[in-house]
């Protein structure tokens, strides 16, 4: 089936440490995001990507850091500059601009 | 002003009942809207696209007032399983970021 794959589900990081959330699918589409979803808040774009080895920051980018390689994949790096990171990391995809996004089911993350 | 508003509600209703929510969208040139469901702790899920003046599903109405530049979302006959948050969603025309989310309008149906 096709669809996008987020992981891990959970995810906790230790003080001044960098982590690194998965993001794959295999829609075959061009266009990949990531937001962050504080409890009982919309959602925050962070990065997104429109085509391979480009990406552009979004409305929260500082403390994270994204890379787009594959096409397939959009992985996203909480680092150590990022000193609230705990929340709901939502990624997703959209085939063109008028089609909605798809998401994958997220990655909950929380500092030890 | 916000792009996409929504009310936050929350809305409580008993089942059965019709519920309508209104989304105001700031872009005039927006093209495509849709509205996501959330339910609590997991991702959104697209309940249906809006491309003209309007979609039915089921129990579920939209409708998209251009010259006023607002959506509606209407639910008819309530069930217990509509409670979750929905997103209103507009496409942002002359923006790489493609869509824009409003924070969403919290829906309980109470038995």
């Known amino acids: 089936d096709g669809g996008i794959t987020q992981s891990p589900k959970y995810l906790f990081r230790k003080e001044g440490q960098n982590v690194t959330l998965s993001c794959e699918q295999n829609?075959?589409?061009?266009?990949m995001y990531w937001y962050r979803q504080d409890p009982g808040q919309g959602l925050r774009l962070i990065y997104y990507s429109q085509i391979v080895n480009d990406f552009q920051k979004g409305d929260i980018a500082e403390g994270y850091s994204v890379s787009r390689e594959k096409k397939e994949s959009f992985p996203l790096t909480v680092t150590s500059a990022q000193k609230n990171p705990t929340a709901f990391y939502l990624c997703a995809s959209q085939d063109s601009k008028i089609q909605p996004q798809h998401f994958g089911d997220g990655t909950r993350l929380s500092i030890l | 002003r916000k792009e996409v508003e929504q009310d936050p509600g929350p809305f409580n209703v008993p089942e059965g009942a019709t519920v309508a929510f209104n989304c105001t969208y700031s872009?005039?040139?927006?093209?495509?809207f849709f509205w996501y469901r959330q339910d609590c702790r997991k991702e959104p899920k697209l309940l249906m696209s809006v491309y003209s003046s309007g979609n039915e599903d089921g129990r579920f109405t939209a409708q998209l007032n251009r010259a006023s530049q607002y959506i509606s979302l209407l639910i008819r006959d309530s069930k217990l399983s509509d409670s979750a948050t929905y997103l209103c969603v507009a496409d942002t025309p002359g923006s790489a970021r493609q869509l824009t989310f409003g924070s969403g309008t919290q829906l309980t149906v109470l038995p």
């Open positions: 872009n005039s040139a927006s093209q495509s």
């Open positions: 829609l075959n589409h061009d266009a």
